[in-house]
């Protein structure tokens, strides 16, 4: 079994992807935003459940896709422990493992390119990131790099594996796709044969040029990618609005919600709760009543009763309709009131049929049928 590797010109990045073949559930080792919807069409392809993503470092050279799979493809997102990537769900340590089906990929510190770096292993394979490239290794001159640690790292930790074990780079410029630890230890023009000295001398001597998008990309990843000047900026940012606080996407009024920081408010009609599903513990609280979708005379009362003051109220209705005219009303009562874009089942398809572009139920939130 093999990982399947995917290539990224523009940069020069390798991502991989691992998966079990029995459960199909899959792991995606530094993804670029910029081949989103490639990796999405490999995921289809080998009718995959993606569940983590994971990065080796901090990238200065590309912005990672993470935060984007973790919306479309319902992925949890991991980062080393020491890479400032406070937005992964898991902050990995040392000998931690991640598990897909039966598989699991075992984090392995190897500091030195960047203080939090990690390699990943994965059976005999071995995800090298920017650590150990393909006879040579990464530069050491920025972001936290240190030779000294990378000399310790490459030698002490990987050259410990078996020489059989094959080297899954994070680039190569020259088309190479792989090696194994026993021909860069033999081998590297860097590394193989030298004292801790005579490399750190020739890491000192490169005199890199910076990189290109080192600005913009390092930033972006410390937030898994997600740019709050760009259009993913919706997806953790609410987004200001006439009339009321602002747009939030369902995930950060589920983030809000749960951190105790909003009240949230379902004001469908009591049938669509009963017939659609409903959301536990949400505070139902219709708009309009069926049948004829009169006013709720009793919406202002039950709203000054559900939310305390000095909390968010979030509104959710069947596609963010309802919920704007509520959210208006809210902010006329003084409330600080958003509405949740795509409500519970989102816009509906070509087909009529809703629940696949978007909505609270889409991005997995959790909800019953009555
Ligand atoms: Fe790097």
């Known amino acids: ?111 030195g390119h960047t203080a939090g770096s990690m390699c990943y292993l994965w059976r005999d394979h071995v995800f090298t990131g920017d650590t150990l490239l393909i006879n040579g290794c990464g530069r050491t001159d920025f972001q936290s790099g240190s030779a000294e640690a990378l000399y310790r790292s490459i030698t002490q930790v990987l050259f410990a594996l078996p020489d059989a074990t094959t080297v899954w780079p994070g680039h190569d410029y020259q088309g190479r796709t792989h090696t194994t630890i026993g021909t860069e230890k033999a081998g590297n023009a860097r590394i193989a044969g030298k004292s801790l000295a005579e490399f750190t001398a020739i890491m000192d001597a490169l005199h890199l040029p910076r990189p290109a998008r080192i600005d913009e990309a390092v930033p972006a990843n410390l937030s898994s990618g997600i740019r709050h000047d760009a259009g993913g900026g919706a997806l953790l940012e609410a987004r200001p609005a006439a009339g009321y606080a602002g747009d939030v996407s369902p995930q950060l009024a589920y983030r809000w919600w749960r951190s105790g920081e909003a009240v949230l408010i379902d004001v469908r009609t009591d049938a669509e709760r009963e017939w659609v599903g409903f959301i536990p513990d949400a505070v139902p609280l219709a708009w309009k009543q069926w049948p004829g979708m009169a006013a709720n005379a009793a919406f202002d009362a039950g709203l000054r009763t559900a939310v305390p003051s000095g909390k968010k109220a979030v509104l959710l209705c069947r596609s963010g309709v309802r919920s704007i005219a509520a959210a208006k009303r809210a902010t006329e009562l003084g409330l600080e009131a958003y509405n949740i874009l795509e409500g519970f089942e989102g816009d509906p398809d070509e087909r009529a049929q809703r629940g696949r572009k978007g909505g609270w139920r889409y991005h997995g939130l959790p909800w019953r049928q009555g």
């Open 1 to 111: 079994m093999k990982p399947i590797q995917l290539f990224d010109p523009a940069s020069g990045t390798y991502t991989y992807l691992l998966f079990d073949e029995t459960s199909r559930e899959a792991l995606i080792i530094d993804p670029v935003d910029e081949q989103l919807e490639r990796d999405l069409a490999e995921l289809r392809t080998y009718g995959l459940k993606l569940l983590w993503t994971v990065e080796t470092h901090a990238h200065a050279d590309h912005i990672t896709s993470a935060g984007q799979l973790a919306e479309y493809a319902g992925a949890m997102t991991a980062a080393p422990e020491g890479s400032g990537i406070s937005t992964a769900a898991v902050q990995l340590k040392d000998g931690d493992t991640l598990p897909f089906g039966r598989e699991a990929i075992k984090a392995l510190l190897t500091p």
